[in-house]
């Protein structure tokens, strides 16, 4: 019976309610002709039950069953008309992932099998009807009890200001599996990040945000499976409620729940704010050619954006085979009810979107104002959560820097890449160089400098370590002829590319390495040091390794003399930081060339590789040197100026009169009476 006059009764997905004994499940399907509902026992093979969903609310398809209760596993049969080329992709013998389950028993999908396609596979050019079940090798969803005793209140109603936030990136897995001061069954989960060994190391270190690259539940790709890979960075969703199994310690059948809840509160508790990588572009089905997991068998034409030409093809604007349909009503829907189910339901404090213009996309148009990014700005929950966009993707007008919302902020490549460049030695004009420092103004015409999230390095690309000590990357063992990843090349001055005896080549990567960690944290704006980089973590070149699940990626814990010397000056940066967030509001800004003159409109346009500034905070006088060039005297201003940080110099040193500066150095001194 379709009842088009009331609304559905229940919110889409599963719940349980407990007063009534039962579930109620929900699902959207526009197309559909029927939805079988599948409830499978512990083994996860075969349904032990089917359940057609006989209510219908417009696109909603539900009932309430009872006796059914978390733990229970269960997912869909969607059936309907298989039309390719008008982007119908119906196949009743394929299982389909619930978008709104809360949580998925295991790994995606558990094995690999030609029968996860809705068409035959082996059959060139022809999309023949796969009549083949794929029970066995698509994981079940669970239902979810959403109990839980939280205790981090106070930290969601205060937060963390945004001029004070100080974003540590990094991955669940990587950060903790050969940390041995953890126990060895916790390693590399959830709870490893809520153990009081990360949290104390993350306190001593300084930062007060940690970003977690991707948990929704994600695939890993068939390419990569084959080749004995993983997709470890997990940019490959299946699910937007689920937090992935791979990382519970504790069971996946609603436990990783509670764990992702439990890590939360306990970093939370100890004033660590949380933020999520969330991927709303695409998912891992991928292109026409990918499996039938979940959305492409439950309505395929509404989930993706399809070609206009033949509905077969998809648009790829996010370079990894299909682009969501975010002018969709139900997907708007669903990106919104899942932002909301993190932040309300998980506790977490924001987000990062990758690819994010595909957010504002209305196809070839790029509209900031189109219905989700309205509907995120209105949203009385969501727009108190901190929002990072990823200002880029690969479709028509895709570079998006300095164009997102007032209340967004945006990784600033191009401090990223006018940084790198600045230490590399190159010239480049001197206001270039001081607009990256002071929030890239010129970028954020219209917001404040806390709009730009500065960073030198993130998981996309060279480690710092790495971008110091290769030229050239190096990606062979991820099985591509070494053409994956951007092309980082850089020449350092260093002499030799890679792992070298010659102590003074080493001492100049390690001054380069402080050189910009020194700017990462003086500049306006909010700063973002990828995780391990402090410790100087090496992936051997490998400036791409999203599909490296071992020691390339992991995080050693085993510290030299030379790396526990950096990770104690990253340590010093970050407190300087700390101490001075007046950084982002100084009473003045004086502008030096070499010759320690101050710098007018010619020199502004002029090239250099030399920059120098005196700002006043909190009543204290600091002059700030980066020299990216060969070693010269430079006058200082008038005055004793006390080395507080510096890439070359011992703290406490005073200097007066002409200093010599050295070359690619970086210096930060106090002015004292």
Same mark, same amino acid.
């Given at each position: 019976m379709i009842n088009l006059v009331m609304r559905c009764p229940y919110p889409i997905g599963s719940t349980y309610i407990e007063e009534k004994g039962g579930t109620a499940f929900v699902i959207f399907s526009e197309f559909?002709?029927?939805?079988?509902?599948?409830?499978?026992?512990?083994?996860?093979?075969?349904?032990?039950?089917?359940?057609?969903?006989?209510?219908?609310?417009?696109?909603?398809?539900?009932?309430?069953?009872?006796?059914?209760?978390?733990?229970?596993?269960?997912?869909?049969?969607?059936?309907?008309?298989?039309?390719?080329?008008?982007?119908?992709?119906?196949?009743?013998?394929?299982?389909v992932i619930d978008p709104y389950a809360k949580a998925i028993a295991g790994?995606?999908?558990?094995?690999?099998? &030609?029968? $996860?396609? %809705?068409?035959?596979? #082996?059959?060139?050019?022809?999309?023949?009807?796969?009549?083949?079940? @794929? =029970?066995?090798?698509?994981?079940?969803?669970?239902?979810?009890?959403?109990?839980?005793?939280?205790?981090?209140?106070?930290?969601?109603?205060?937060?963390?200001?945004?001029?004070?936030?100080?974003?540590?990136?990094?991955?669940?897995?990587?950060?903790?599996?050969?940390?041995?001061?953890?126990?060895?069954?916790?390693?590399?989960?959830?709870?490893?990040?809520?153990?009081?060994?990360?949290? &104390?190391? $993350?306190? %001593?270190?300084?930062? #007060?945000?940690?970003?977690?690259?991707?948990?929704?539940?994600?695939? @890993? =790709?068939?390419?990569?499976?084959?080749?004995?890979l993983r997709n470890y960075w997990g940019y490959n969703p299946i699910n937007y409620f689920s937090p992935d199994a791979r990382y519970s310690s504790s069971g996946s059948h609603g436990q990783q729940v509670i764990e992702f809840k439990k890590m939360v509160n306990e970093l939370h508790n100890a004033g660590i704010a949380v933020i999520l990588d969330v991927v709303y572009n695409h998912t891992g089905e991928g292109n026409h050619l990918g499996p039938t997991i979940s959305f492409r068998g439950i309505d395929n034409l509404s989930y993706y954006?399809?070609?206009?030409?033949?509905?077969?093809?998809?648009?790829?604007?996010?370079?990894?085979?299909?682009?969501?349909?975010?002018?969709?009503?139900?997907?708007?829907?669903?990106?919104?009810?899942?932002?909301?189910?993190?932040?309300?339901?998980?506790?977490?404090?924001?987000?990062?979107?990758?690819?994010?213009?595909?957010?504002?996309?209305?196809?070839?148009?790029?509209?900031?104002?189109?219905?989700?990014?309205?509907?995120?700005?209105?949203?009385?929950?969501?727009?108190?959560?901190?929002?990072?966009?990823?200002?880029?993707d690969?479709?028509?007008?895709?570079?998006?820097?300095?164009?997102?919302?007032?209340?967004?902020?945006?990784?600033?490549?191009?401090y990223r890449d006018i940084i790198r460049r600045f230490w590399r030695g190159e010239m480049l004009p001197y206001g270039e160089i001081a607009n990256r420092i002071t929030g890239s103004r010129d970028i954020f015409v219209k917001k404040d400098i806390f709009s730009s999230i500065n960073y030198i390095t993130c998981h996309d690309g060279f480690t710092l370590e790495d971008l110091v000590s290769y030229n050239q990357k190096h990606n062979e063992a991820n099985g591509f002829e070494n053409k994956d990843g951007a092309d980082e090349n850089f020449s350092w001055n260093c002499g030799v590319e890679g792992p070298t005896d010659k102590q003074e080549i080493i001492e100049l990567r390690e001054r380069i390495k402080?050189?910009?960690?020194?700017?990462?944290?003086?500049?306006?704006?909010?700063?973002?040091?990828?995780?391990g980089d402090e410790l100087s973590r090496t992936?051997?070149?490998?400036?791409?390794?999203?599909?490296?699940?071992?020691?390339?990626?992991?995080?050693?814990w085993e510290l030299d003399e030379r790396r526990r010397r950096f990770l104690e000056f990253v340590k010093s940066a970050i407190k300087f930081r700390k101490e001075n967030t007046a950084l982002n509001f100084p009473?003045?800004?004086?502008?030096?060339?070499?010759?320690?003159?101050?710098?007018?409109?010619?020199?502004?346009?002029?090239?250099?590789?030399?920059?120098?500034?005196?700002?006043?905070?909190?009543?204290?006088?600091?002059?700030?040197?980066?020299?990216?060039?060969?070693?010269?005297?430079?006058?200082?201003?008038?005055?004793?100026?006390?080395?507080?940080?510096?890439?070359?110099?011992?703290?406490?040193?005073?200097?007066s009169g002409k200093e010599q500066v050295d070359k690619k150095s970086a210096t930060i001194f106090i002015k004292r009476v």
């Open positions: 559909a002709t029927k939805v079988e509902l599948q409830i499978y026992s512990e083994d996860q093979k075969y349904p032990k039950e089917s359940v057609e969903l006989r209510n219908r609310y417009g696109d909603l398809w539900l009932d309430f069953i009872s006796g059914i209760k978390p733990g229970q596993l269960y997912a869909y049969r969607i059936h309907g008309p298989y039309k390719p080329n008008e982007g119908l992709r119906f196949n009743p013998n394929k299982i790994t995606i999908p558990i094995k690999w099998d &030609d029968s $996860l396609f %809705d068409y035959k596979p #082996n059959i060139t050019g022809i999309f023949e009807f796969n009549e083949v079940p @794929d =029970d066995l090798y698509v994981p079940k969803c669970v239902v979810v009890d959403s109990n839980f005793n939280w205790e981090d209140k106070e930290f969601i109603k205060r937060g963390i200001d945004l001029k004070d936030l100080l974003i540590y990136e990094t991955h669940v897995k990587g950060f903790t599996i050969l940390n041995k001061e953890i126990p060895e069954h916790l390693r590399g989960t959830y709870a490893a990040l809520a153990t009081k060994q990360v949290i &104390d190391y $993350l306190n %001593d270190l300084g930062v #007060n945000v940690i970003e977690l690259m991707p948990v929704h539940a994600f695939l @890993d =790709d068939k390419i990569l499976v084959e080749r004995g954006l399809l070609s206009s030409n033949d509905k077969t093809y998809y648009i790829d604007y996010t370079g990894v085979g299909n682009t969501l349909n975010t002018t969709h009503p139900r997907v708007i829907q669903m990106i919104l009810d899942s932002l909301r189910y993190w932040v309300q339901e998980m506790h977490v404090d924001g987000f990062r979107f990758d690819v994010a213009p595909v957010l504002a996309r209305e196809y070839e148009k790029i509209n900031m104002n189109n219905a989700l990014m309205i509907a995120i700005r209105q949203d009385p929950i969501l727009s108190r959560a901190i929002l990072i966009a990823e200002p880029w690969l479709g028509p007008n895709g570079y998006q820097l300095g164009n997102f919302p007032l209340e967004w902020a945006e990784w600033n490549g191009k402080r050189n910009f960690i020194i700017t990462l944290f003086i500049s306006q704006g909010i700063p973002m040091l990828l995780g992936q051997k070149g490998n400036n791409n390794a999203f599909c490296q699940d071992n020691e390339i990626s992991w995080y050693s009473k003045g800004i004086i502008w030096f060339n070499k010759e320690g003159k101050q710098v007018d409109q010619s020199a502004w346009n002029s090239t250099t590789n030399f920059l120098a500034f005196f700002i006043t905070l909190d009543s204290k006088e600091y002059l700030i040197v980066l020299n990216a060039g060969e070693a010269f005297e430079f006058p200082l201003p008038e005055g004793k100026w006390e080395v507080i940080i510096s890439s070359y110099k011992d703290k406490g040193v005073v200097c």
